[in-house]
Every structure is written in C-alpha cells, then in structure tokens.
C-alpha cells in the first residue's frame, strides 16, 4: 500500500493557516485559480471537500465564498483529512455509492462533517440523473458502510440508486448557473 503524499488543491476567499503559514487564499484563487500545497496542517473554520476537479473549479457556484475547497490528489484518505481543522466541514461529491462511502470516510474523522445535497436535489435527480452502470456494463457497488449507513442524506441517495438505477454526478448543479 502506497503512503499518501498528502497533496491537495485548495481555493477559497479566505485566509488560511496552511502549515503553520498565513496564506491569502483569495489572491492565488484569482490570479492562478487554485492553491496547491503538501499539507501538514491546515486550519479554516469553513471547508469543503470536493471530488470531481471540475466542480472544484467552481464550488463557490454552489456553496457561497465562504468555504476553503479541497481537492485530493490522488483520492481522499483519513492521513489527508487528519491534517485539517475546521469547525464546520461538508463533502461535495458525486451522489453514487463512491460518493456516500467517501462522505461516511469523512464523518469518521470527523463525526460532525456534513454531505453537501442541494435543495433542488429532486428536481436534479430527476431531471440529470444517470445510470449507474460503468462503461464495462457493470453497476456500481455499494460498501458495506454504505449499505449499513442509517444517516438520512445516505439511506435517502442509496434508495434513490437501488429504486432507479442512476445517479447524480455533482456537475448537474452546475448546469443552470449563469456565468459571473
């Protein structure tokens, strides 16, 4: 098993202590659009993990300025989440079985932390949603985490997945905004 390097592209609005450095996230986020550090520490009372790269690009779409977004490199692993402190911290991922168990990995490390559903989550599902197999035909599994969650955001989701067979990719909250 390979050690995680503990990278992450971060972007925000805020200030931030990123190993024991007071960083400007806003000034990079502008001029560069993301911030890119091996962390051994990050403290910011707002963060928001985010999945897809894309997404991560514009999370402050969806979310509102007031959250430092993370993107791992690499996928998210406890050794990554262990460097951050937050008061509050939501997951913003893809709506699917990966989603829901990457959400669970983070709520144990952090119990308190958040699955980011938006309101018009239904109305998206319904609308965007797609299905749930792989290109190579097969469906996507749940973990047993998943499958034994009582959390509401992941039974409600994963009755979604099991009842339809597809899913929400996170992108589809992006598909009515207007541009800045």
Same mark, same amino acid.
């Given at each position: 098993?390979?050690?995680?390097?503990?990278?992450?592209?971060?972007?925000?609005?805020?200030?931030?202590?990123?190993?024991?450095? !007071?960083?400007?996230?806003?000034?990079? @986020?502008?001029?560069?659009?993301?911030?890119?550090? =091996?962390?051994?520490?990050?403290?910011?009372?707002?963060?928001?993990?985010?999945?897809?790269?894309?997404?991560?690009?514009?999370?402050?779409?969806?979310?509102?300025?007031?959250?430092?977004?993370?993107? @791992?490199?690499?996928?998210?692993?406890?050794? @990554?989440?262990?460097?951050?402190?937050?008061?509050? /911290?939501?997951?913003?991922?893809?709506?699917?079985?990966?989603?829901?168990?990457?959400?669970?990995?983070?709520?144990?490390?952090?119990?308190?932390?958040?699955?980011?559903?938006?309101?018009?989550?239904?109305?998206?599902?319904?609308?965007?949603?797609?299905? /749930?197999?792989?290109?190579?035909?097969?469906? =996507?599994?749940? !973990?047993?985490?998943?499958?034994? !969650?009582?959390?509401?955001?992941?039974?409600?989701?994963? !009755?979604?997945?099991?009842?339809?067979?597809?899913?929400?990719?996170?992108?589809?909250?992006?598909?009515?905004?207007?541009?800045?």
């Amino acid at each position: 098993k390979r050690e995680s390097q503990n990278v992450v592209l971060i972007r925000g609005f805020e200030k931030v202590k990123l190993n024991s450095e !007071s960083i400007d996230l806003e000034k990079y @986020t502008k001029l560069f659009g993301t911030f890119s550090a =091996q962390v051994q520490e990050l403290v910011s009372p707002k963060i928001c993990i985010v999945e897809n790269l894309d997404s991560f690009l514009m999370a402050e779409k969806v979310m509102g300025k007031s959250f430092v977004f993370i993107h @791992t490199y690499g996928g998210l692993g406890k050794s @990554t989440l262990r460097k951050f402190q937050a008061s509050e /911290i939501y997951i913003f991922p893809d709506y699917d079985f990966t989603g829901l168990h990457n959400y669970l990995m983070v709520k144990k490390v952090f119990p308190d932390a958040k699955l980011f559903v938006p309101e018009d989550y239904e109305m998206l599902f319904k609308t965007y949603s797609r299905t /749930i197999k792989t290109k190579q035909g097969r469906e =996507q599994n749940p !973990s047993k985490e998943v499958k034994k !969650s009582t959390d509401v955001n992941v039974v409600k989701i994963r !009755s979604d997945i099991y009842n339809s067979k597809h899913f929400l990719e996170q992108q589809a909250l992006f598909i009515n905004l207007k541009d800045d």
